[in-house]
């Protein structure tokens, strides 16, 4: 029987394997230039996202689809009730005054009444200009303006009053409604005399090419633009997406789907991913804060099977596992467990992969030590359900995604923008490859320009910037958007992304370096915080780097120095620069000795929203840090 048993899971997972095929395309040299995968999900003529909690309400009434959090409990909404409030706002709404095509911005943390009002908006025949919570007065008077929103919700007094400074020169400024002050009870209201038929006649009217949200970039230089997005759009990203990953996560876990969302709603990837876990009907629940200390209890006590984050999540939950095994004396011991993951991982991933024979007896004697001292405890901080993950945003190490593979928990990365609908491509779920981002989403293309550049098109690449006809030519040509990035795509049409265009760094010696490689390394190691590679126009790359300050304070635990000892003596203690200088020779191995870090400054403080130095979504603003500490870099080159 366990033969038969082993036999039928074998074709179960090449039956998976080969739902969907990637096509590539080679130049004249035979170089990949590229890959195109076959869509899973077939394009909708009609209906939108806007349906999908009615949908799910007529076909699946008491599915639970989400869990609300209130006190301490996670209470279950089913699809029927969460129709029920949707179209209770929607009728506040369009009481209120929002017009078929009209807009509303919302500017709060991830939190159940965001998913409400998202859907409710459409419902109503509106489109979504999220706001981030942290966002400055400036940044919601260009968003407010530029997009002509008339209604604005709000999450906190806080953040009515920055709406309210925003738009005060406004000539027509918007109305406002909070949330904290019940906004939804209260539009509930308004709208009880507006009959059910004026909603199911708005939401009928919308097609899939009608704009869902104008979704705002981050902006790391310049004036953010609005990414105009379809509900076909948000339909080719979330239906392909799921119709990938579901199977295999159903098949692997036996368990009933499940996520905490934690990321931003004002950014596309949380967005996205709400969308396919409701069409999925995928249980979801919300958590506020991205901040390891709130988020750690959350996931203890929701106990998802997958989710979806950043590199700075799990780089986080690898730190808070040195730190903890430090303070009890066994730093050293955690160290082996890293370096015995890694190996452990790479012999698993090739064995996995037909690529080799797997650990031998010694080495998975030595990873059953360290997963009964480190590996568990790893599983426990994510709740202990969980066995898969999906981080974008940025690269995330590759040594750092072993580490969790003989955790027991696949990281799979993924790459998009907000032109793309979030992901433009995800690694297989049984075809992991680290160190890449994987091969094209489902019914998506990639190419790579002449000069490096990664070119995406397909059902996920947005229309138009809102207002900006020349910024959008200047992406869009023939169908094809030009990202800004630089990669590669390997023989199975898997995509390394390796910097950014616009950011490569030239030295004086004329050597090409591409940062990213070397600062996403530099984060991932401990005690660095944010860090900035420099070089341009210079002899040798340096960089500025910031301290951690759970990593500062856990340093200053461990050598029994005063917690409040000030910042200006610890970035000058020698200690601290040997610990640093570990993290710089670590990011050094990944380049030649042309590109590596020679010399680098720790500096005072952080770079944060507050300050200008760091985008909502965590990626730095290069060219603002590069202004802000040009003393400091040009003191690198007089030494």
Known sequence: MGVRKDLRRAKRRTDLMNRTRVEITRDDNGFVREARTTPLAPLHPTGTTADIPFTNAAEAPDTVVLRRKRGDTW???????????????????????????GRVALMSRTRYEWTVLDFAVWAAGGQTVPIYATSSAEQVEWIIRDSGAALVVTETPENTETVRTATAGHEHAPRIRQLDDSALTALAAEGVNVPDEEVTKRRTALTPDTPATVCYTSGTTGQPKGCVLTHANLHAESANTVELLLPIFREVTRRTPSTLLFLPLAHILGRTLQI???????????????????????????????????????????????A???????????????????????????????????????????????????????????????????????????????????????????????????????????????????????????????????????????????????????????????????????????????????????????????????????????????????????????????????????????????????????????????????AVDYANEAVSRAESIRAFALVEGEFTEDNGLLTPSLKVKRHAVLRAYEERIEALYRR
């Open 75 to 101: 209470h279950p909404v089913t699809a029927t009730a969460f129709a029920r409030e949707v179209t209770a706002t929607a009728k506040g709404l369009i009481a209120a005054g929002l017009e078929p095509g």
């Open 276 to 322: 396919a876990c409701l069409m999925a009907r995928i249980e979801v629940g919300h958590c506020p804060s991205v901040r390891p200390d709130e988020l750690r209890p959350a996931l203890k006590e929701f106990r998802p099977t997958f989710l979806v984050g950043v590199p700075y999540l799990f780089e986080k939950i690898h730190d808070t596992g040195r």
């Open 324 to 582: 903890t095994a430090e303070k009890i004396g066994r730093g050293a011991s955690f160290d082996r467990a890293d370096r015995i993951a890694v190996r452990f991982g790479e012999a698993y991933l090739n064995k996995f992969l037909n690529r080799g024979k797997g650990p031998g007896p010694t080495l998975y004697a030595a990873w059953a030590l360290y997963d009964l001292l480190v590996y568990r405890r790893i599983r426990k901080e994510l709740g202990g359900r969980m066995r898969y993950a999906i981080s974008g945003g940025s690269p995330l190490d590759r040594n750092l995604n072993l580490f969790f593979h003989a955790a027991g928990i696949i990281v799979y990365e993924g790459y998009g923008l907000t032109e793309t609908t979030a992901a433009a491509t995800i690694v297989p779920p049984l075809g992991p490859r680290p160190g890449t981002v994987g091969t094209p989403v489902p019914g998506t293309a990639v190419r790579i320009a002449d000069d490096g550049e990664v070119l995406v098109k397909g059902g996920i690449v947005f229309g138009a910037y809102w207002n900006n006809p020349a910024a959008t030519d200047a992406v869009l040509r023939d169908d094809w958007f030009a990202t800004g990035d630089l990669g590669s795509l390997d023989e199975d049409g898997y995509l390394t992304i390796t910097g950014r265009k616009k950011d490569i760094i030239v030295t004086s010696g004329g050597k090409n370096v591409s940062p990213a490689v070397l600062e996403d390394r530099l984060r991932s190691r401990p005690p660095v915080g944010q860090c900035i590679v420099v070089g341009d126009n210079r002899p040798f790359v340096a960089a500025l780097i910031t301290l951690d300050p759970d990593a500062v304070a856990h340093w200053l635990s461990v050598r029994k120095l005063p917690p409040d000892t000030p910042l200006s003596e610890i970035v000058g203690d020698a200690r601290m620069r040997a610990d640093v200088q570990k």
